[in-house]
Every structure is written in structure tokens, then in C-alpha cells.
């Protein structure tokens, strides 16, 4: 096992009885590290990665997203809630499906929420044909009242009760796990600055061959977060 201590952004213990942890991006199906340099006047190049077929690939990046120095630890990527894909990060599904399909995965997010998403609607990340459609779609937000929420298929829907400080300096560390096959008890947590903050019995799962997306539409109902994220994780037990 590996506890990351060296980094506060996880606060979570990585476990696995059939091999050693190396590091913590340890069967990480996607990593997108976000953390590469650019300059506030261009769109910055972003590639990810499947440390479990050791692939890679470029994302597809919106216009109107920058790397700025200002995020955590360094660089990060500051999106925008102008129109649908120009202030969004993409992950092209046919190089990595992301969620698709996975019954047991746990997401990790780092998200510095802007002063601008305070007492607004702020998305930070779906996966979904169609954002509001909930059946085989994925979507993590922050609502107006300034409360994470996260939809995974037609039946899991989580509502944090961690109030989020939206001053763009204040960082935000989401975690989500999801096993349909738990024995019992909750199926799917919703974790926020290490804490329990909301759960589900349902079973429902991301299906859909929809691009992973770091951002929203554009539009006032499925706003984009315009805070920065850097560092974006999946998990997945193979």
C-alpha cells in the first residue's frame, strides 16, 4: 500500500494485495496531469495518459483555456465558461474511454474553484451524450448553493454538504468511488476535502462512448468552472 502523504490533494490510502505500489498513479487508466508550461496568450498543449497499457495521447483543447502558474503546485489549466468545447478540456474516447463501462473506478479531481463560480452553477468535469440526460451518463458539478454534485447513470445522485469556498486560491480535492459488486452498503461515495460528504445504494454506471470532459457547455444551465484544475485521475482495478 501507499499513502500519500507527501501530497495533501489525495488524503486517501491506495491498497493492493496482488502487487507493490510504486507510485501514486499506480493502475490509473487515465492520468491527465495538466501541469505542462504554456503562456497566457495561447492555447496550451495537454497530453494524458493509461499508465495500465503505458499509452498516451494529446487532449483536445478548447480556445479560450489557458496554463497559468497560478494553480497549487505549479501550472494548471484555467477553463472557460464561454461557448460548449472553447472553454473545455476533451479527452477523445477512441484513444481512452475514461469511465466507460468501469463498474469499479475511483476519480480523483483537483479543482481551484474561481471567485466567479461563488453562488453559481460550475462544472468541473461528465462524460455524457447529453448533459441533464442522466441514464448511462457521468457528471460532476458544483450547484448554486455552492454544494458538489455528482450523477453516475440513471440511479446515483450525490449531493455533497461541504460548503465550497469559491475565491480562486482555496483548492478542492473531489473524490468519487463507484463498485456495483460492494457486498453491502454503499455503492457509490462522493468524498470532498477528504470527507464523506454524500453516498448511494444504486448501481448505475457511466456507458456511454462520450468524450471525458473537464469543463461544461457554455451555456448558464451546465456553466463551466472558470477556476483551474490540475491533475486528474482514474483508477481502475486492471
Given at each position: ?87 473545455a478540456i476533451q479527452i ?111 448501481s448505475t454506471y457511466q ?32
Amino acid at each position: 500500500s501507499e499513502e500519500n502523504a507527501d501530497d495533501v490533494w489525495y488524503r486517501m490510502l491506495m491498497v493492493d494485495s496482488n502487487v507493490d505500489i510504486e507510485n501514486k498513479y499506480h493502475k490509473a487508466k487515465l492520468w491527465i496531469p495538466l501541469n505542462e508550461t504554456g503562456i497566457p496568450t495561447t492555447v496550451p498543449s495537454y497530453t494524458f495518459y493509461n499508465k495500465n497499457d503505458n499509452t498516451n495521447g494529446s487532449a483536445t483543447v478548447g480556445a479560450d483555456v489557458r496554463a497559468v502558474i497560478e494553480g497549487q503546485a505549479g501550472y494548471a489549466a484555467r477553463l472557460s465558461s464561454d461557448a460548449a468545447i472553447a472553454g473545455a478540456i476533451q479527452i477523445p474516447s477512441g484513444t481512452n474511454d475514461a469511465l466507460t463501462d468501469e463498474q469499479e473506478f475511483t476519480l480523483t479531481v483537483h479543482w481551484t474553484p474561481s471567485t466567479a463560480d461563488n453562488g453559481v452553477i460550475s462544472y468541473i468535469a461528465y462524460q455524457s451524450t447529453a448533459l441533464g440526460t442522466a441514464l448511462g451518463n457521468f457528471e460532476l458539478s458544483k450547484n448554486a448553493n455552492d454544494k458538489i454534485i455528482c450523477n453516475i447513470g440513471a440511479d446515483i445522485s450525490m449531493t455533497g454538504t461541504s460548503f465550497i469556498t469559491c475565491d480562486g486560491s482555496r483548492p478542492t480535492s473531489i473524490i468519487v468511488t463507484l463498485n456495483t459488486s460492494a457486498p453491502s452498503g454503499p455503492k457509490a461515495k462522493l468524498f470532498v476535502n477528504g470527507v464523506l460528504d454524500d453516498s448511494s445504494i444504486s448501481s448505475t454506471y457511466q456507458t456511454t462512448a462520450a468524450n471525458f470532459t473537464l469543463g461544461g457547455s457554455g451555456t448558464s444551465t451546465y456553466r463551466s468552472t472558470t477556476g483551474t484544475v490540475e491533475e486528474v485521475l482514474i483508477y481502475t482495478k486492471t
